[in-house]
């Protein structure tokens, strides 16, 4: 898939967290992410973090480096 | 006239303590406040009547119906005397029948009953009772008649013969009460009345919305079917439900041999209390209609004509063209989508059959571009993915407050239950970038209409919850019952930040401070506050932010638990409620539940024996950009159409036309039939048994009236394709699916068909703490325990105007037709509307040189197409507006790919649009009928030659 496209994803998903859990927000983004996204696209998005995660908003890159380890 | 075999009451049930009378000398019990009439029919004593019907309030006017009362001088109307403790009444005697006789000796004085009846006029009320009053001709022969007027037949589905009108009135107060349009009246006084339409214009050129209620209160045949006076007398009659929107009317399909004479709403009903639309009660005619295919069809590429085969064929083919793409390119390379028009037996048969035959959960539904952010945000705040009420809770409510629905186009016959509360005196908030029809209809004024700029819901809800908050307007006993403390005070918190305050989000929302201040207090100072929602709240970059806004803002005010309150998502197609409910979302099984819950995936893997995934599946627009980048190859689409009804058509059709593979079940060879390989032909709501679940929550019967067409209910497609793929599959009938749905499924466990052929309908949860259904949910307790209010911070969508594309566009539906118009435009609701048309304000037409009628290009980010201009006010500046009924209008070509936050929901409410006067149609619709001319070739087949 377009990286661009799952970028913004993650980001839209930011957006909701950022305010609604504050410093909790990655957890819950990443929390998200793992609830609904096929593992496809959550691989895609891992490497892409991995790789320094361009255009990710920082709580979203702190999202997808909590999701590249396995959950609790 | 009523469906056959209804036994018409007189008079519409009351509510009282008991009374006890005596009706020819039997004992009745009825509720204080029933007439006599009604008190006589429940003891199966029929008193003879003309213009008393027991959907419409009594009025006693046609005074056939007296009796005596003992003790009492004259003869009272039984129509509009009501009982009263210890009274005596006879409602026969000599003096009576004459009385009767005269009366209907004058009724006949002006109606030809000397003449052959057509089939409608034989099974009239009026001849049904001058047999009764024993007439059957009138002394006043020769006397004035109104004979010879001209009949009106402007509507396409019924026709009035003023020669047989005896002006009882009747389809006045129908279209007054039943459906609140007030199109008709009584023109002219004395022998001169008669009933005419709007200022005496044809039907369809008046305020009529054809509903048909006029037709069936009729009691002569004056308004009559159309199809009951060419097809003829219906000789049976099945009753089932709707299949067009969320309110599921329970219908009663009359037939002759197999063709429908007419269709009529069942009294019984209690989702429609006897009440339809003109798509319900007139436009069934698509089942028969010759683009109807009913033979399965195969082909290897999409530029090949399409080849007739038999079923067997069809089934193994797709089924080794499934096998072969998964063998190539893995398991998870294909999926599959469930449809809101098809039954639930029918979406869980094939959600079952992507878990347990694909052996993956890439499964979704068409309510995925609807109301999948009322199931994330409502499951997040109160607990279940679904409304909260039963439609007459309504008719409780102190304050209602519409937001982006359009209820009395959209689900016409809520909106007429909401037209009789309006009128009765709830004050009405709409929240709508436009000016939809209860912003002001005859006798109802909202009270407060805000015009919000389209993408800006949530700044409007918050500002509603900050002065519902600062102004002390909070139900603080029933949060602190009810509700989860901390995130009650953390919103609290966030909605209380000046940020928040009307004044503060006016320059964003457009809409004054002062009048949305006043309706907040509205809805925060009524006894009973009820919130119904649609598209416009769900289609947004924000939509499940918006959904959890009007959860909190609810639990906020304590608006939830009884009747007259709470959170109602209207929902679009018929069975959008049970599609999501049997478990059609990727990361679902029924009820909602998780896949990756290891109990409840382990129930579903012991009953359908087989090891079934715990990671989440696809969602539809992920489908799509996994079919550009090549690592989804195959599809399983039953009954929708992806590439009309889905946004930024040209990506759709792209990603459709990328599969290897792609099996279509449907009526019609849609949008998205060309791109299939291949077609198995559908069955109509007419050819199939099953239930369909209403926005309120109500499980309905859907009962064969035909034999499927080409052979197979759409159940039986799904069960044979999954035993191709070596999924065996073995139910006996529709039945048997529900019960295994039931065994599965908490909220479904009392339901059988069983159940709903004893209560007619059943509203889950239906379980053993409800054995008969749930009317109100939340009684005591949110289903998820405590209510958890949730911080909806305002984000503004990435799609902007600007001087390129400086208009917003946002989309929606009609009266007349039904969302992707596959059904609707073949019938003649295309009288009505025949084309999609762009809605602009004069100030935009002005300046763009544009006059009513003109051809105009709307131009976006994603695309462009070509409409005609309706210029209206009903959109405000800077706001145009369109619906997406016919496929060559292209409006999704125009929206585009931006989507709700937490389901993918795509934002078809904001687009940025440019728009022109043009000349001719866009590029897109030149190749659009190439394509669809080299798309849909079929090959011909020789006479004679047998097809299996």
Same mark, same amino acid.
Request: aromatic residues 8%; glycine residues 8%; contains cysteine.
């Given at each position: 898939?377009?990286?661009?496209?799952?970028?913004?994803?993650?980001?839209?998903?930011?957006? *909701? *967290?950022?305010?609604?859990?504050?410093?909790?927000?990655?957890?819950?983004?990443?929390?998200?992410?793992?609830?609904?996204?096929?593992?496809?696209?959550?691989?895609?998005?891992?490497?892409?973090?991995?790789?320094?995660?361009?255009?990710?908003?920082?709580?979203?890159?702190?999202?997808?480096?909590?999701?590249?380890?396995?959950?609790? | 006239?009523?469906?056959?075999?209804?036994?018409?009451?007189?008079?519409?049930?009351?509510?009282?303590?008991?009374?006890?009378?005596?009706?020819?000398?039997?004992?009745?019990?009825?509720?204080?406040?029933?007439?006599?009439?009604?008190?006589?029919?429940?003891?199966?004593?029929?008193?003879?009547?003309?213009?008393?019907?027991?959907?419409?309030?009594?009025?006693?006017?046609?005074?056939?119906?007296?009796?005596?009362? !003992?003790?009492?001088?004259?003869?009272?109307?039984?129509?509009?005397?009501? $009982?009263?403790?210890?009274?005596?009444?006879?409602?026969?005697?000599?003096?009576?029948?004459?009385?009767?006789?005269?009366?209907?000796?004058?009724?006949?004085?002006?109606?030809?009953?000397?003449?052959?009846?057509?089939?409608?006029?034989?099974?009239?009320?009026?001849?049904?009772?001058?047999?009764?009053?024993?007439?059957?001709?009138?002394?006043?022969?020769? +006397?004035?008649?109104?004979?010879?007027?001209?009949?009106?037949?402007?509507?396409?589905?019924?026709?009035?013969?003023?020669?047989?009108?005896?002006?009882?009135?009747?389809?006045?107060?129908?279209?007054?009460?039943?459906?609140?349009?007030?199109?008709?009246?009584?023109?002219?006084?004395?022998?001169?009345?008669?009933?005419?339409?709007?200022?005496? !214009?044809?039907?369809?050129?008046?305020?009529?919305?054809?509903?048909?209620?006029?037709?069936?209160?009729?009691?002569?045949?004056?308004?009559?079917?159309?199809?009951?006076?060419?097809?003829?007398?219906?000789?049976?009659?099945?009753?089932?439900?709707?299949?067009?929107?969320? &309110?599921?009317?329970?219908?009663?399909?009359?037939?002759?041999?197999?063709?429908?004479?007419?269709?009529?709403?069942?009294?019984?009903?209690?989702?429609?209390?006897?009440?339809?639309?003109?798509?319900?009660?007139?436009?069934?005619?698509?089942?028969?209609?010759?683009?109807?295919?009913?033979?399965?069809?195969?082909?290897?590429?999409?530029?090949?004509?399409?080849?007739?085969?038999?079923?067997?064929?069809?089934?193994?083919?797709?089924?080794?063209?499934?096998?072969?793409?998964?063998?190539?390119?893995?398991?998870?390379?294909?999926?599959?989508?469930?449809?809101?028009?098809?039954?639930?037996?029918?979406?869980?048969?094939?959600?079952?059959?992507?878990?347990?035959?694909?052996?993956?959960?890439?499964?979704?539904?068409?309510?995925?571009?609807?109301?999948?952010?009322?199931?994330?945000?409502?499951?997040?705040?109160?607990?279940?993915?679904? %409304?909260?009420?039963?439609?007459?809770?309504?008719?409780?409510?102190?304050?209602?407050?519409?937001?982006?629905?359009?209820?009395?186009?959209?689900?016409?016959?809520?909106?007429?239950?909401?037209?009789?509360?309006?009128?009765?005196?709830?004050?009405?908030?709409?929240?709508?970038?436009?000016?939809?029809?209860?912003?002001?209809?005859?006798?109802?004024?909202?009270?407060?209409?805000?015009?919000?700029?389209?993408?800006?819901?949530?700044?409007?809800?918050?500002?509603?919850?900050?002065?519902?908050?600062?102004?002390?307007?909070?139900?603080?006993?029933?949060?602190?019952?009810?509700?989860?403390?901390?995130?009650?005070?953390?919103?609290?918190?966030?909605?209380?930040?000046?940020?928040?305050?009307?004044?503060?989000? /006016?320059?964003?929302?457009?809409?004054?401070?002062?009048?949305?201040?006043?309706?907040?207090?509205?809805?925060?100072?009524? +006894?009973?506050?009820?919130?119904?929602?649609?598209?416009?709240?769900?289609?947004?970059?924000? +939509?499940?932010?918006?959904?959890?806004?009007?959860?909190?803002?609810?639990?906020?005010?304590?608006?939830? %638990?009884?009747?007259?309150?709470?959170?109602?998502?209207?929902?679009?197609?018929?069975?959008?409620?049970?599609?999501?409910?049997?478990?059609?979302?990727?990361?679902?099984?029924?009820?909602?539940?998780? &896949?990756?819950?290891?109990?409840?995936?382990? /129930?579903?893997?012991?009953?359908? +024996?087989?090891?079934? /995934?715990?990671?989440?599946?696809?969602?539809?627009?992920?489908?799509?950009?996994?079919?550009?980048?090549?690592?989804?190859?195959?599809?399983?689409?039953?009954?929708?159409?992806?590439?009309?009804?889905?946004?930024?058509?040209?990506?759709?059709?792209?990603?459709?036309?990328?599969?290897?593979?792609?099996?279509?079940?449907?009526?019609?060879?849609?949008?998205?039939?060309?791109?299939?390989? $291949?077609?198995?032909?559908?069955?109509?709501?007419?050819?199939?048994?099953?239930?369909?679940?209403?926005?309120?929550?109500?499980?309905?019967?859907?009962?064969?009236?035909?034999?499927?067409?080409?052979?197979?209910?759409?159940?039986?497609?799904?069960?044979?394709?999954?035993?191709?793929?070596?999924?065996?599959?073995?139910?006996?009938?529709?039945?048997?699916?529900?019960?295994?749905?039931?065994?599965?499924?908490?909220?479904?466990?009392?339901?059988?068909?069983?159940?709903?052929?004893?209560?007619?309908?059943?509203?889950?949860?239906?379980?053993?703490?409800?054995?008969?259904?749930?009317?109100?949910?939340?009684?005591?307790?949110?289903?998820?325990?405590?209510?958890?209010?949730? $911080?909806?911070?305002?984000?503004?969508?990435? !799609?902007?105007?600007?001087?390129?594309?400086?208009?917003?566009?946002?989309?929606?539906?009609?009266?007349?037709?039904?969302?992707?118009?596959?059904?609707?435009?073949?019938?003649?609701?295309?009288?009505?509307?025949?084309?999609?048309?762009?809605?602009?304000?004069?100030?935009?037409?002005?300046?763009?040189?544009?006059?009513?009628?003109?051809?105009?290009?709307?131009?976006?980010?994603?695309?462009?197409?070509?409409?005609?201009?309706?210029?209206?006010?009903?959109?405000?500046?800077?706001?145009?507006?369109?619906?997406?009924?016919?496929?060559?209008? %292209?409006?999704?070509? &125009?929206?585009?790919?931006?989507?709700?936050?937490?389901?993918?929901?795509?934002?078809?409410?904001?687009?940025?649009?440019?728009?022109?006067?043009?000349?001719?149609?866009?590029?897109?619709?030149?190749?659009?009928?190439?394509?669809?001319?080299?798309?849909?070739?079929? /090959?011909?087949?020789?006479?004679?030659?047998?097809?299996?």
């Amino acid at each position: 898939m377009h990286i661009e496209y799952l970028v913004k994803m993650a980001n839209d998903i930011a957006a *909701f *967290f950022h305010a609604q859990s504050g410093p909790d927000a990655p957890r819950e983004i990443a929390g998200h992410i793992r609830r609904f996204w096929d593992p496809r696209m959550r691989r895609q998005i891992i490497d892409h973090g991995a790789a320094g995660g361009e255009g990710l908003v920082p709580e979203a890159k702190q999202a997808i480096a909590l999701l590249a380890k396995p959950a609790a | 006239m009523y469906a056959m075999n209804y036994e018409d009451l007189g008079t519409p049930e009351t509510e009282g303590a008991p009374v006890t009378l005596e009706i020819d000398g039997a004992t009745v019990t009825v509720p204080a406040g029933t007439s006599i009439m009604r008190a006589a029919a429940l003891a199966d004593t029929k008193i003879p009547k003309l213009c008393a019907t027991d959907s419409l309030k009594a009025f006693g006017s046609c005074r056939l119906c007296l009796v005596e009362i !003992e003790g009492r001088k004259d003869f009272p109307a039984s129509c509009t005397t009501t $009982v009263a403790p210890g009274m005596k009444v006879r409602t026969q005697s000599t003096q009576l029948d004459k009385l009767r006789r005269g009366v209907m000796e004058l009724y006949l004085s002006d109606y030809p009953i000397e003449r052959d009846p057509t089939a409608a006029e034989a099974r009239t009320e009026l001849r049904a009772m001058a047999k009764a009053v024993g007439v059957t001709s009138t002394p006043y022969d020769g +006397g004035q008649r109104h004979s010879g007027q001209p009949k009106d037949e402007s509507n396409p589905y019924f026709t009035f013969d003023p020669d047989l009108c005896i002006v009882c009135s009747r389809c006045v107060r129908a279209c007054d009460e039943t459906q609140g349009t007030l199109a008709l009246t009584v023109q002219g006084r004395g022998f001169a009345s008669k009933i005419s339409a709007s200022q005496d !214009e044809p039907f369809i050129n008046s305020e009529c919305v054809s509903c048909g209620a006029c037709v069936e209160a009729c009691p002569t045949a004056a308004l009559s079917e159309k199809n009951f006076l060419s097809i003829g007398k219906p000789e049976r009659a099945v009753t089932t439900t709707c299949a067009y929107c969320g &309110v599921g009317c329970s219908l009663v399909a009359e037939l002759k041999d197999d063709t429908v004479v007419r269709m009529v709403p069942d009294r019984n009903g209690l989702a429609n209390s006897g009440h339809a639309c003109v798509k319900g009660r007139f436009a069934y005619g698509y089942a028969t209609h010759p683009d109807r295919i009913t033979t399965p069809m195969i082909r290897k590429s999409i530029t090949d004509p399409w080849r007739e085969v038999s079923w067997d064929e069809a089934i193994e083919y797709a089924a080794s063209e499934f096998k072969r793409i998964q063998a190539k390119y893995g398991r998870d390379s294909i999926g599959g989508i469930t449809s809101s028009r098809c039954t639930n037996e029918e979406t869980y048969l094939v959600q079952k059959l992507v878990h347990a035959a694909f052996g993956n959960n890439n499964v979704d539904t068409c309510a995925r571009v609807c109301h999948s952010p009322t199931g994330y945000g409502l499951k997040s705040t109160i607990g279940e993915s679904a %409304g909260t009420q039963a439609f007459v809770s309504v008719a409780k409510a102190d304050v209602i407050c519409i937001i982006g629905a359009n209820p009395t186009e959209g689900h016409p016959v809520f909106g007429s239950r909401l037209k009789r509360r309006l009128r009765a005196g709830a004050k009405l908030i709409i929240i709508d970038p436009r000016a939809t029809e209860l912003v002001r209809t005859p006798h109802i004024t909202a009270d407060f209409h805000l015009q919000l700029r389209p993408g800006t819901n949530v700044a409007v809800l918050n500002a509603m919850a900050h002065v519902v908050v600062s102004e002390g307007l909070t139900r603080e006993q029933f949060i602190a019952e009810r509700c989860d403390r901390a995130s009650y005070a953390q919103w609290k918190a966030f909605v209380s930040d000046p940020s928040n305050s009307p004044e503060a989000t /006016e320059s964003v929302t457009g809409v004054p401070a002062e009048t949305l201040r006043a309706a907040a207090r509205a809805y925060g100072k009524a +006894g009973n506050g009820a919130i119904y929602y649609g598209l416009g709240v769900t289609e947004h970059s924000q +939509g499940s932010t918006a959904v959890m806004g009007i959860a909190n803002l609810a639990m906020a005010t304590g608006n939830y %638990g009884r009747e007259g309150v709470g959170v109602s998502p209207l929902r679009g197609q018929n069975n959008v409620q049970g599609s999501c409910d049997m478990g059609s979302f990727p990361h679902e099984f029924t009820a909602y539940r998780h &896949v990756s819950d290891d109990k409840v995936r382990g /129930e579903f893997a012991a009953d359908w +024996g087989v090891k079934l /995934e715990s990671e989440p599946g696809l969602r539809i627009p992920n489908m799509f950009e996994a079919a550009l980048d090549g690592t989804f190859k195959g599809m399983y689409i039953q009954g929708e159409d992806l590439a009309q009804s889905d946004p930024n058509t040209q990506h759709v059709t792209a990603a459709l036309g990328s599969l290897e593979c792609m099996v279509i079940q449907d009526l019609f060879l849609n949008e998205t039939a060309k791109f299939a390989h $291949v077609f198995f032909p559908g069955s109509s709501f007419l050819e199939k048994d099953g239930t369909f679940t209403n926005a309120e929550r109500r499980v309905s019967r859907v009962r064969k009236a035909i034999e499927p067409i080409a052979g197979l209910a759409d159940w039986e497609v799904t069960v044979k394709l999954s035993n191709a793929l070596g999924y065996p599959m073995h139910y006996k009938d529709a039945g048997e699916i529900l019960d295994e749905i039931a065994r599965l499924t908490p909220t479904f466990k009392g339901i059988s068909f069983k159940k709903i052929d004893e209560l007619g309908s059943v509203q889950w949860p239906c379980n053993d703490e409800a054995p008969d259904g749930t009317p109100t949910m939340h009684v005591n307790r949110f289903v998820r325990g405590e209510g958890r209010f949730l $911080v909806t911070e305002y984000v503004a969508t990435s !799609e902007r105007v600007n001087s390129k594309f400086p208009l917003l566009l946002t989309t929606g539906r009609i009266l007349s037709q039904y969302n992707v118009g596959a059904q609707t435009r073949r019938t003649d609701n295309v009288v009505w509307h025949s084309e999609d048309r762009l809605e602009i304000h004069p100030h935009d037409a002005e300046t763009r040189g544009i006059r009513d009628g003109d051809w105009v290009g709307i131009a976006s980010r994603a695309g462009d197409t070509v409409l005609r201009a309706t210029v209206t006010d009903r959109v405000q500046p800077g706001v145009v507006y369109t619906t997406f009924h016919f496929p060559e209008s %292209g409006a999704n070509v &125009v929206t585009t790919d931006n989507s709700d936050w937490a389901t993918n929901c795509p934002e078809y409410k904001v687009t940025a649009v440019q728009v022109t006067r043009v000349q001719h149609p866009s590029d897109w619709q030149v190749r659009y009928r190439e394509f669809s001319k080299r798309t849909t070739r079929r /090959e011909r087949v020789p006479a004679g030659t047998p097809s299996s």
